[in-house]
């Protein structure tokens, strides 16, 4: 048995040789994930006898290090992606100066819904509206983040001010759509006139949230107290929140000592959890750009 797990760290010191801890991008998530995969699939040699009894621990212990009790929550804005989806829509299809002008009588959801029959009355097509989606960049460090803690086994969702529809055709464009398990954000649906409408996700007047810290349409520390409840206590899952705006104040207030949350740094989430320090009980760590959440996350779901 003592040769054997020789073996077994000659294999891992080959492995971690070519993965070095700061080379590159190259973190300790990927040598947990190559010294799962690898020696099933031929792409590294470990050098050990013990493929079936490896393949039987690491596909079940490694996927669970800091992953398969991790649930990480997603803002969308600023967040997973680096710019605000809204005005660059309208921005590329040229009404910027209409959406201006309304913004000081609309909140910005019906805001939102205005601009799109506006579009439409100007000839703009749902068609036209995908294909500006789709020239929103994604940070290759945010698609590699959100891999890596998909492949360690996180519960991937998406908490987020924007709509389904712009959502779902950015994450379909880049083929990220199929590593959230949920999407909460404001419904979005095209009607029989082809135009693209967008709801509140909590009514204004039907069962509104009555949360102050919120605006009026969605309140996500409601909806962090949903997702929570979801799970049974005895699972104890520990939540990771990505946020950057106002909005992502009150879900943060929500996570426990275990918890984690990573604001955007000079963003109002980051000015909120600063300057009330009492009401927070999750970590926070702070980040500016995609590679900074890639470098968090690593760290975080380390064994």
Same mark, same amino acid.
């Given at each position: 048995?003592e040769?054997?797990?020789?073996?077994?760290?000659?294999?891992?010191?080959?492995?971690?040789?070519?993965?070095?801890?700061d080379?590159?991008?190259?973190?300790?998530t990927?040598?947990?994930?190559l010294?799962?995969?690898?020696?099933?699939?031929?792409?590294?040699?470990?050098?050990?006898?013990?493929?079936?009894?490896?393949?039987?621990?690491?596909?079940?212990?490694?996927?669970?290090?800091?992953?398969?009790?991790?649930?990480? $929550?997603f803002?969308?804005d600023?967040?997973l992606?680096?710019?605000?989806?809204?005005?660059?829509?309208v921005n &590329?299809?040229?009404?910027? &100066?209409?959406?201006?002008?309304l913004?000081?009588? $609309?909140?910005?959801?019906?805001l939102?819904?205005?601009?799109?029959?506006e579009?439409?009355?100007?000839?703009?097509?749902?068609? @036209?509206?995908? &294909?500006?989606?789709?020239t929103?960049?994604?940070?290759?460090?945010?698609?590699?983040a959100?891999?890596s803690?998909?492949?360690?086994?996180?519960?991937?969702?998406?908490? *987020?001010?924007?709509?389904?529809?712009?959502?779902?055709?950015i994450?379909?464009?880049?083929?990220?759509?199929?590593?959230? *398990?949920?999407?909460?954000?404001? /419904?979005?649906?095209?009607?029989?006139?082809?135009?693209?409408?967008i709801? /509140?996700?909590?009514?204004?007047?039907?069962?509104?949230?009555?949360?102050?810290?919120?605006p009026?349409n969605m309140?996500?520390?409601?909806?962090?107290d949903?997702?929570q409840? *979801?799970?049974?206590?005895?699972?104890?899952?520990?939540?990771?929140?990505?946020?950057?705006?106002?909005?992502?104040?009150? /879900?943060?207030?929500?996570?426990?000592?275990?918890?984690?949350?990573?604001?955007?740094?000079?963003?109002?989430?980051?000015?909120?959890?600063?300057?009330? /320090?009492?009401?927070?009980?999750?970590?926070?760590? *702070?980040?500016?750009?995609a590679?900074?959440?890639? @470098?968090?996350?690593?760290?975080?779901?380390?064994?």
């Open positions: 048995m040769g054997i797990h020789n073996k077994w760290m000659e294999g891992e010191r080959t492995v971690s040789s070519l993965f070095p801890r080379h590159g991008r190259s973190t300790w990927d040598v947990i994930c010294r799962a995969y690898s020696n099933f699939r031929g792409s590294i040699n470990i050098h050990s006898p013990m493929t079936h009894l490896k393949k039987k621990y690491l596909d079940g212990h490694c996927r669970s290090i800091g992953g398969m009790d991790t649930v990480i $929550l803002d969308f600023h967040t992606i680096d710019c605000n989806s809204d005005p660059w829509v &590329q299809l040229g009404a910027t &100066q209409l959406m201006n002008s913004m000081r009588v $609309l909140p910005w959801t019906s939102m819904d205005r601009m799109m029959l579009l439409h009355q100007q000839g703009k097509t749902v068609g @036209d509206i995908e &294909q500006s989606l789709k929103i960049p994604v940070c290759l460090e945010m698609i590699r959100i891999k803690a998909h492949s360690l086994g996180c519960d991937l969702r998406i908490v *987020s001010d924007a709509n389904s529809f712009y959502i779902k055709t994450l379909e464009n880049y083929d990220l759509l199929q590593y959230f *398990s949920e999407i909460h954000t404001n /419904p979005a649906s095209v009607d029989n006139d082809g135009r693209l409408r709801f /509140p996700y909590h009514s204004y007047t039907v069962a509104a949230h009555g949360c102050e810290l919120c009026a309140c996500k520390g409601a909806i962090v949903d997702i409840r *979801s799970f049974l206590p005895e699972s104890k899952k520990r939540f990771i929140y990505l946020g950057d705006g106002r909005g992502d104040f009150c /879900p943060s207030l929500k996570l426990g000592s275990e918890d984690h949350v990573l604001a955007r740094q000079e963003y109002p989430l980051w000015k909120l959890l600063g300057q009330n /320090p009492d009401l927070v009980k999750a970590q926070v760590h *702070s980040w500016s750009n590679k900074d959440v890639e @470098d968090c996350l690593s760290k975080l779901l380390m064994p």
